[in-house]
Structure formats: structure tokens, C-alpha cells
């Protein structure tokens, strides 16, 4: 692991005389090197915009920002280039989704069914187009330990039912949802699904023809990329029959003021100048993680978990918040008598870095009544020792509180 | 060091935060809400005229918010309208600015240290923005945004 961590520059740093140790990869992973050599590189020497050029370095902009369609592609999978589209990240993925095929199929007394772990970002959208359509949105609930309850989501599935989006893996518990058995039991129901994969794709491989989701989408910058780029992954055929996200240049095949037609796909969706030096630094994202490996990753940040849950385990007065069976390395919890905020500030001052909050999913803090939780969310170049400097952080926090 | 943002008195006010009831012949009451962190504050006052004549609060939050509230809350009593409009300026400055403290501003200079910590100086002010609307008796929830 330690050569790993020298692919890292900003590990090796000092916050406040200690040593960064920084677990809030679920918000943002750090860059390996080699992403900056590309964004690096494509400004130094191949800068110019992509699609139609005809001169030198236009041509090698648009071969290096399409490979990472094709590495896209390979990442997830998928059975064409032409399925998969950049956006900004998934935020945008699911946007786009709610909004072009929202709009056309949904009507009123239709239903959407989305669960009780999702990240704002899965939420809001699908409010949105609820609200705009008169249809309803239904949540699939969670048990004690932060998972999905299956019986009750085989309930909500209906005749109404249009689509059920839900997360991979929950960014704010960790919980991994068993979303190839989901996906199976929508299609049975006629419906389609979104899968969020925020959360997955920095840590477990993704297969989406094995999934057969409809849609999945991921951050680029949760993978060790940029940030404001990402991917949406659809269905050929669900795409194709789908109107455009947003107008203007790119997307478009000939335009005249009485008509415009479009392009095909993948260009239809996506309208302008995309993000080109963050596709090209994607690229070796995905380029570095696959040549680590994503089931040797998975299988260390395992270990972390678990190494990691035990020693959090022993600090009396903690309570680890969300405990499902199966879980990826993200450690939520809450200290008796002490409000996350504090925890927060004082491990920060030993170079500790946590997220504290709500993490962007309100409901499932209201589930647990509680108003908020300290998180620390681990990446393959985290260490044991790491966890054991945030345990001897925590015991520091006792002491400053004197709980 | 981490001690100069949780002073003694503040560790204090956040662990036996004083006026910390709801208030039932209460005449100006206001809610404040951090969005950031979530926390949820009632403020409650009792004016005779201009004058602050009890104030309390009730909801839970960090050390620093708590804290806050708490020793508000305590300095408001007896105080006019307008003098506590100007205390809520002078404790606004000493968390934004480097001038050194008011005298005027009693035990609330613990909070000093919070100048040091910008993601923590909205905590200290959520108390503070509930007072403004109670006193300017406006009834949504205001937020530190």
C-alpha cells in the first residue's frame, strides 16, 4: 500500500503539524499523479476543442477525450460506445434521465419508487418530475441496520410503477443494496430502473449488462478523477427513443430556423463544450483503478471495514449507524453527549479528515433520529494506522469533552 | 490549540447550557435553523416594552452553538432592544474580524477563538440571527445561509 500512496501527492502533507490522514472519500477521492499528467498534458500539448476540427490538434483532443468513451465503456461493461454519456457527474446522470424520458412517459397516477437510503441527488429530481406530471413517489423503507427491506419494496412494485431509482452502495451508511435482485423485480413489474453508482464505482466492479439496469451513473471525481465530469450509462434503445436533454452545439445534425434535426447517439445528449481536460483526466482514472484492480481494491478496503469497525466498536459511548451485512467502507457514528461538528473540528486539528453532517441525505437521518453523524469513508490507499490515529483522535475528543 | 476554541466556558454553557426551557408568556418567540449541520433553535423573549426582560431557548446543537445560545441568552436580560442589536453587531465583528475585543462584550469574548475556525463561526451566530428576527418578530425560521 505504501506505493500506492506515492501515486497520491496531497497524502504527504501536514494539516495543523500531523500528517493528513484523509477519510472523506465519499465526498471526494484524492488524484493519483497520472490524472494530472492527462489534464496536465492536454493543456500543454494537445489543447484545442473537439469534434469537426480539421487541424492537428483538434484531432488529438477528440481521439483522447473519445478514448475515454471507450474506457467508459469497458469500465461498466457496456455493450456500446455509443451508450454511454458524459455529463457532469451523477447529479447531472440522473437529471438527465427524470427530465428527457421523465417528461415524456410519465403521466399523472403514475408511480416512482425510490428508498429510504438515497442521496439528495436521488430524491429532489424525481420530486421534481412528480410534482410536474401529478404522478407519485413512493420509498422503499430500511430496517434497524440500514437496509433496504425487500418485502416491502415486492409491495410498492405495480401496475403504476414507471421506474425505481436507488442507489448502488449508500454514501451517507455504506449499506450495498442488492440492486441485481431489484432490477430483476422491477422489470417483472414492467418498470425501468436508474441505479446511482456514486458510491460503487471507486470500489466494487460494475457489470451493467449482468445488472441489466436501464441507467447507471457514476462521478468522475469519486473515482480518483476530475471533478465535473461523469457518466451516464442507458440502454440503447431507451435512448434513442428519448428527446434531448439540452440544446446547442454538438447535438445536433443540420439546423435551419424551421427545423433542426439530431444527432445520433451519443451526441444528442450531450449540448456544447463538454468538460474535455476533465474526460481526458477520467481516462486515466479509470486507466489506474482497473490496473489496480477493482476486486483486489474491494477486498482491502474489506479489511478495513472490518479492522475499522472493531476498533470503533471498543470506544465506549460510540454508536456505529448502520451496521447492514453488507456494507462498504464507510464508517457513520455518533458519540453520546457530543455533536458531530465538534468531532469534526477537533480531529481536523490532528490532521484528521471527516465529514461531518448530514450528509446530504436528510431522510435517513430522520430515520435514525438523529440530526447528524461523523463519517469516515475509506479508499485502497488508506492504512491500519490510519484508522488507529483516527481512534486515538477520538479518544482525544472524549478528553476535550470530557466524556 | 484546540483549547482556544473550546475555552472553559464554553465547554461549560455547551454541557449546563443556562435558559435552556421553553418560555410560556413568551411575547416574541423565533426559530433558527443551520441547514449545514441541521441544527434547530427556538428562542424565546419576554419584552416589557423595549426592554429584554427574560429570554430562553430550547434545541440541541454543537458545543459551540449550544454554548452560545446559552451565554446570549444570560447577557439579554435587562437589556433595551437597541442595545442588543448592538451587542449582536460587536459579537458579529469579534468572530469576523480581527479588531480586537469590545469591552462591552463581557464573557462572550470566549468565543474568539472561533475567528480561527470559519467553518465554525455559523454556529456561533445561529443563536444571534434567531434573536434578530424575534426582535424584528418575523415568524418563518430564519437560516444562517
Redesign the interface.
Same mark, same amino acid.
Given at each position: 500500500m505504501e506505493k500506492v500512496r506515492e501515486d497520491f501527492p496531497v497524502l504527504h502533507q501536514k494539516i495543523h503539524g500531523k500528517p493528513l490522514v484523509y477519510l472523506d472519500n465519499a465526498a471526494t477521492a484524492q488524484k493519483p499523479s497520472a490524472v494530472m499528467d492527462a489534464v496536465r498534458k492536454f493543456y500543454e500539448v494537445d489543447c484545442a476543442n473537439i469534434h469537426r476540427g480539421v487541424h492537428e490538434l483538434s484531432q488529438r483532443s477528440t481521439a483522447a477525450y473519445e478514448e475515454t468513451r471507450l474506457k467508459s465503456k469497458r469500465f461498466l461493461n457496456a455493450r456500446s460506445k455509443s451508450e454511454i454519456i458524459f455529463v457532469r457527474g451523477a447529479t447531472e446522470g440522473i437529471n438527465l434521465v427524470a427530465s428527457s424520458w421523465g417528461r415524456k412517459n410519465v403521466k399523472a397516477g403514475d408511480e416512482i419508487i425510490i428508498s429510504a437510503l438515497e442521496h439528495h441527488s436521488n430524491i429532489v429530481p424525481w420530486q421534481m418530475l412528480c410534482e410536474e406530471k401529478d404522478a407519485k413517489l413512493r420509498v422503499i423503507p430500511m430496517n434497524d441496520r440500514g437496509e433496504l427491506i425487500l418485502e416491502e419494496y415486492e409491495k410498492l412494485l405495480g401496475p403504476r410503477t414507471r421506474m425505481v431509482a436507488v442507489g448502488h452502495i449508500s454514501n451517507a451508511l455504506g449499506t450495498i443494496n442488492p440492486i441485481r435482485q431489484m432490477i430483476e423485480m422491477a422489470h417483472r413489474a414492467g418498470a425501468l430502473t436508474l441505479i446511482d453508482g456514486a458510491q460503487a464505482a471507486p470500489h466494487t466492479k460494475i457489470d451493467v449488462q449482468a445488472l441489466d439496469s436501464d441507467f447507471y451513473t457514476f462521478s468522475g471525481h469519486k473515482v480518483f478523477g476530475p471533478t465535473g465530469i461523469g457518466v451516464l450509462h442507458g440502454k440503447k434503445k431507451l435512448l434513442e427513443a428519448m428527446p434531448p436533454y439540452q440544446g446547442g452545439g454538438d447535438m445536433i445534425r443540420t439546423v435551419t430556423f424551421e427545423k433542426t434535426t439530431y444527432n445520433e447517439l451519443p451526441y444528442k445528449f450531450e449540448a456544447g463544450t463538454p468538460n474535455i481536460a476533465g474526460g481526458i483526466g477520467m481516462g486515466a482514472a479509470l486507466d489506474y483503478v482497473t490496473k489496480l484492480g477493482l476486486d483486489q481494491i474491494a477486498a482491502y478496503e474489506h479489511e478495513l471495514l472490518v479492522y475499522g469497525t472493531h476498533a470503533l466498536s471498543e470506544i465506549p459511548g460510540l454508536r456505529i449507524i448502520g451496521t447492514a451485512r453488507e456494507k462498504a467502507a464507510v464508517l457513520s457514528f455518533v458519540i453520546e453527549g457530543i455533536h458531530p461538528h465538534d468531532i469534526g473540528t477537533v480531529l481536523d486539528r490532528q490532521g484528521i479528515a471527516v465529514r461531518t453532517g448530514h450528509h446530504c441525505a436528510q431522510p435517513v437521518m430522520d430515520w435514525f433520529h438523529i440530526p447528524a453523524t461523523t463519517r469516515a469513508s475509506f479508499a485502497f490507499y488508506n492504512t491500519i494506522a490510519e484508522i488507529d490515529a483516527l481512534t486515538a483522535g477520538l479518544h482525544k475528543v472524549k478528553e476535550v469533552f470530557g466524556a | 490549540? !484546540? =483549547?482556544d @476554541? %473550546?475555552q472553559e466556558t464554553i @465547554?461549560d454553557h455547551s *454541557?449546563r447550557p443556562r435558559n435552556h426551557h421553553p418560555m410560556n408568556d413568551a411575547n416574541r418567540k423565533a426559530e433558527g435553523y443551520n441547514p @449545514?449541520? $441541521? =441544527? *434547530?433553535l427556538k428562542l424565546y423573549l419576554k419584552m416589557d416594552g423595549d426592554i429584554v426582560q427574560d429570554a430562553s431557548f430550547e434545541g /440541541? $446543537?454543537? /458545543? !459551540?452553538s449550544t454554548a452560545s445560545a446559552s451565554l446570549m441568552t444570560e447577557s439579554l436580560k435587562g437589556k433595551t432592544r437597541e442595545e442588543a442589536l448592538k451587542l449582536l453587531d460587536k459579537f458579529h465583528e469579534l468572530l469576523t474580524t480581527d479588531t480586537p475585543a469590545s469591552r462591552d462584550l463581557g464573557k462572550l469574548v470566549v468565543f474568539c477563538g472561533v475567528r480561527e %475556525?470559519p /467553518?465554525?463561526v455559523k454556529?456561533a451566530t445561529l443563536a444571534w440571527h434567531t434573536l434578530k428576527s424575534a426582535l424584528d418578530n418575523v415568524t418563518d425560521p430564519v437560516t444562517t445561509e
Open positions: - | 490549540m !484546540i =483549547d @476554541l %473550546y @465547554l *454541557k @449545514l449541520c $441541521g =441544527d *434547530k /440541541a $446543537g454543537c /458545543a !459551540i %475556525y /467553518a465554525r454556529c
